[in-house]
């Protein structure tokens, strides 16, 4: 089990990146910080990181520094141990991992999860992208456990801390999935196939304990009327996480435009939090030219269309 905050709550989510594309730094990125995205979940003293941009590095000092103070050698502190969920592995969604100090400790165990491609599977691709001559090490190199496994829309995963290793079912055989979901303890991690970004679409994920649910749809664009699968996905989900990385006049102006890139603008995540009767939106993926005062007023846009939304920001901690 991993060594935990003091102040752990039963379930909660912690901002750890929120930039899309490439990270940012200066005055005008302090508020929403510029590291890029990833996200931090607890639920029974479980740790779940979706995607591993430079977000991730920060948060690998803090769980170095748990694990530091929870014993006074190798023999006595509390292993690492947690899901790392990929929605893609595009470069800003990747690029923290190899900067991530818990995964070069021989005794954290992480489990991870992400899509395959056409040409190649999920684990392949990670080992391509971290090698030389692109990074000096391989992941070989990194000598934590690392347990890598793809995951399509049709499994769910569950993990129950009394028992340790998380268990992956078919969702549509229902008769494993109602024994699963019989433990109560259990975390249930669910995932939905996004088309809506260039090149073989994203993973997004649905995350419930204790009959509290919170969904993570970035890099998705939207679709008129709404995503209609996502409006389903997200149904009653008591926090969105949704990609907001274009304001409304960029996606579609005529010079610059971005529509088909693969990212949402704030009306679009509104459309689907509404329509899913989700009880709080939070907007993410900023693009990087979007400094503090764009963000501050899409949120104020959006708080006007959706009063319990909000721009979601670096090291925010949200109680579920």
């Known amino acids: 089990m991993t060594p935990t905050p003091k102040d752990e709550s039963e379930f909660k989510v912690i901002i750890r990146g929120v930039r899309g594309s490439y990270p940012v730094c200066g005055k005008k990125y302090l508020k929403y910080g510029g590291n890029t995205t990833s996200y931090e979940v607890w639920a029974d003293n479980c740790l779940i990181i979706v995607d591993a941009g430079t977000g991730i590095i920060n948060l690998g000092h803090d769980l170095m520094s748990l694990y530091l103070?929870?014993?006074?050698?190798?023999e006595s502190r509390t292993p690492i141990e947690a899901i790392i969920l990929f929605s893609h592995i595009n470069i800003d969604h990747l690029q923290g991992l190899p900067f991530f100090s818990p995964i070069f400790l021989p005794d954290s165990t992480f489990y991870i999860y992400g899509p395959d491609f056409s040409d190649y599977n999920f684990e392949d691709a990670i080992n391509s992208a971290?090698?030389?001559?692109?990074y000096p090490i391989s992941m070989?190199?990194?000598?934590?456990l690392k347990l890598f496994r793809s995951l399509s829309q049709d499994e769910a995963i569950y993990w129950d801390s009394k028992k340790g290793i998380p268990t992956v079912v078919n969702t549509f055989r229902e008769f494993e999935r109602k024994k699963?979901?019989?433990?109560?303890s259990s975390i249930q991690i669910t995932c939905m196939k996004s088309y809506a970004h260039p090149n073989e679409g994203v993973l997004i994920f649905r995350i419930e304990f204790n009959n509290k649910a919170v969904v993570i749809a970035t890099d998705t664009e939207g679709y008129v009327d709404g995503?209609?699968?996502l409006i389903n996905f997200s149904k009653n989900a008591d926090l969105l996480l949704h990609d907001a990385g274009?304001?409304?006049?960029v996606y579609k102006s005529l010079n610059n435009c971005k529509q088909g890139f693969g990212h949402s603008t704030m009306e679009m995540a509104v459309e689907v939090a509404k329509k899913a009767k989700v009880k709080r939106l939070g907007l993410l993926h900023h693009e990087p030219a979007n400094d503090d005062k764009v963000v501050d007023a899409v949120e104020k846009k959006s708080q006007k269309l959706f009063?319990?939304?909000?721009a979601a920001y670096e090291d925010q901690k949200i109680i579920l």
């Open 69 to 74: 103070k929870s014993g006074s050698d190798v």
């Open 130 to 134: 971290i090698s030389p001559p692109y």
């Open 140 to 144: 070989i190199d990194m000598y934590a």
């Open 180 to 184: 699963q979901a019989l433990k109560n």
């Open 227 to 229: 995503d209609t699968r």
């Open 246 to 249: 274009y304001v409304s006049q």
């Open 307 to 310: 009063p319990n939304s909000f």
